[in-house]
């Protein structure tokens, strides 16, 4: 396998070899069509992460696109400040110095396809979490809600063990989301206050969909429970097409029939309602 050493070709054709892969070329193919050996388009190919994401358009001029990262590149193989390097790709200075300190490569060189490719791959949507990701994140986590930490406490004390490994440190918001998500199982990875949803911290903001001097239902006075008042029998009025409903409400000392025709006392009805019937 070839390793990494610097070759005088110039930009133009590493970036027509990126292209021509991207357009679905082999590797040999876009080698001989830029003119460079295969183990040179290899050495390319490696340097920039083994794989590429492809490019879609760009979605903001506020994003760094693969010619802004070569020049970058350019800039910082010729020892100029990262303020002239911005001001060569009319990007800000924080836009620059973000880059090249989160895109960089490990030994510490900045490559653009390297670069490029990361940051394509961390636009990708849907991506897991990160406790999710990490069954060791996930562990320390969950052992510490299972101690009754709160996950401000727990945020801080990833700091403190492991300050010199960012995979194994979140947030608070990252531990509250991946709660409510459930990626912490249902008996381990609750809060220690036993909430399972997100709670509402706004003041002054009414609740949407909510009546103004709402009465609980439970705050019904007793007669209505208790149905003590002929207005209170809101189901059981004698218009239902039931034959009859004695025995059905053992606290009441009457009950409702229905006649053969029409309604009690009406034009249709060839009998009256008898005396002893209360009609609700």
């Known amino acids: ?13 590493k970036r027509r070899y990126f292209e021509l892969i991207r357009q679905g070329h082999k590797g040999a193919a876009a080698a001989r069509m830029v003119g460079v050996s295969t183990s040179c388009g290899s050495l390319w190919f490696l340097d920039a992460g083994g794989v590429l994401i492809p490019d879609p358009s760009p979605i903001s001029p506020r994003f760094l696109t693969q010619d802004d990262r070569i020049a970058i590149a350019d800039g910082l193989h010729a020892d100029q400040d990262l303020k ?36 394509l791959r961390r636009r990708q949507r849907p991506k897991p979490g990160k406790i999710a990701a990490r069954v060791e994140l996930a562990a320390v986590v969950r052992t510490k809600l299972t101690g009754k930490w709160s996950p401000q406490q727990i945020a801080r004390y ?7 490994d960012p995979t194994m440190q979140v947030c ?8 409510f998500a459930g990626a912490l199982g ?7 206050t036993g909430r399972c949803r997100r709670k509402r911290h706004r003041r002054g903001v009414a609740e949407p969909n909510k009546i103004k001097n709402m009465r609980p239902i439970a705050r019904r006075p ?3 429970l208790n149905r003590q008042e002929p207005g209170h029998w809101e189901g059981d009025r004698a218009t239902r097409s039931c034959t009859s409903l004695s025995g059905t409400r ?16 009406s034009a249709g009805s060839t009998s009256p309602a008898p005396a002893s019937t209360t009609w609700c």
């Open 1 to 13: 396998m070839p390793r990494y050493a610097p070759n005088k070709m110039p930009a133009s054709a």
């Open 84 to 119: 002239l390097i911005a001001g060569v790709i009319g990007k800000s200075f924080q836009t620059v110095y973000r880059e090249v300190k989160r895109n960089g490569k490990p030994d510490g060189r900045y490559q653009p396809w390297w670069a490029h490719n990361e940051a």
């Open 158 to 164: 990833l700091v403190r063990s492991h300050p010199d």
């Open 172 to 179: 608070a918001e990252t531990i509250y989301l991946a709660l």
């Open 186 to 192: 249902k008996k381990e990875g609750r809060l220690r």
């Open 222 to 224: 007793m007669t209505v």
């Open 250 to 265: 053992p606290s009441s000392p009457q009950f409702c029939t229905r006649p053969a025709s029409g309604r009690p006392g």
